[in-house]
């Protein structure tokens, strides 16, 4: 057996909390999953309650494929004991593992507030490991509810897109996400760094689009206009009404 690579968590969860993240898997690695002979991925890092390990799976079965598989890694072991009422074989299973992913080779792999625990001249090598058998990994944080969140696409350890991504409703502004960077980023946000000059972009892009049609009318006002001024925003605005705002890594 595989000793487990990483520390425990502080394992906090809530229902729902990563939906966002959830609809941009289904959206961004749908095609993946669909073609793959095993469709398989892996929940790193689920923390306290299975919750989102069981809404992962549930939301990629309806959206993907019926037959996705989705397995929970803990390092904590009572953590994973606890998730066993919950599991589902074939289809749902927890069991222990850190970044080396317990010997799976899934397609792809959800890392959730678990980076953000580490330093951040440890978050290179565990993308490496993470996508070391071919995986497409999908690494963020967000605020305990999910309103607000973050996440970047990682292939072959070096990472590809980075999406921020709210709840309209209650988004007051864009200077919101700072606080929920990928620990990659979350300590470049300075004068000089790419992200810096990003969130500032946005949030003049926000406060020049100020509208009385609404959160969701403004967003997308503000996504075209950070792409008509030159960002390189990926998608179009079916994602953007969800509240993304996509663009590539190096930006």
Request: aromatic share 8%.
């Amino acid at each position: 057996m595989l000793k487990p690579v990483g520390a425990i968590t502080r394992g906090t969860t809530n229902p729902n909390r990563l939906r966002r993240v959830d609809n941009f898997i289904a959206y961004r690695c749908g095609g993946l999953l669909k073609e793959a002979a095993e469709p398989l991925v892996v929940d790193l890092g689920y923390g306290a309650s299975p919750v989102t390990a069981v809404e992962l799976r549930g939301r990629l079965a309806v959206a993907v494929r019926a037959d996705v598989t989705v397995v929970g890694l803990e390092i904590d072991p009572v953590r994973v004991s606890d998730a066993q009422p919950f599991a589902d074989p074939p289809w749902l299973g927890f069991r222990r593992g850190g970044f080396e992913l317990a010997g799976l080779a899934p397609v792809v792999v959800r890392a959730f507030n678990v980076l953000r625990q580490y330093s951040e001249d440890e978050v290179a090598a565990a993308w490496r490991t993470m996508t070391a058998t071919g995986a497409l990994l999908v690494e963020g944080t967000c605020d305990e509810l999910g309103r607000i969140a973050t996440w970047t696409v990682v292939e072959e350890g070096v990472p590809r897109t980075l999406t921020l991504s709210a709840r309209l409703p209650v988004l007051e502004h864009p200077a919101v996400f700072a606080e929920r960077l990928p620990k990659a980023l979350i300590h470049h946000n300075v004068p000089g760094h790419p992200v810096h000059e990003l969130l500032r972009a946005l949030g003049r892009a926000w406060e020049t689009e100020a509208t009385p049609f609404g959160p969701r009318q403004r967003w997308l006002a503000t996504v075209r206009r950070m792409r008509a001024e030159g960002w390189p925003v990926l998608d179009g605005p079916a994602r953007w009404r969800l509240g993304e705002l996509t663009l590539p890594w190096p930006l």
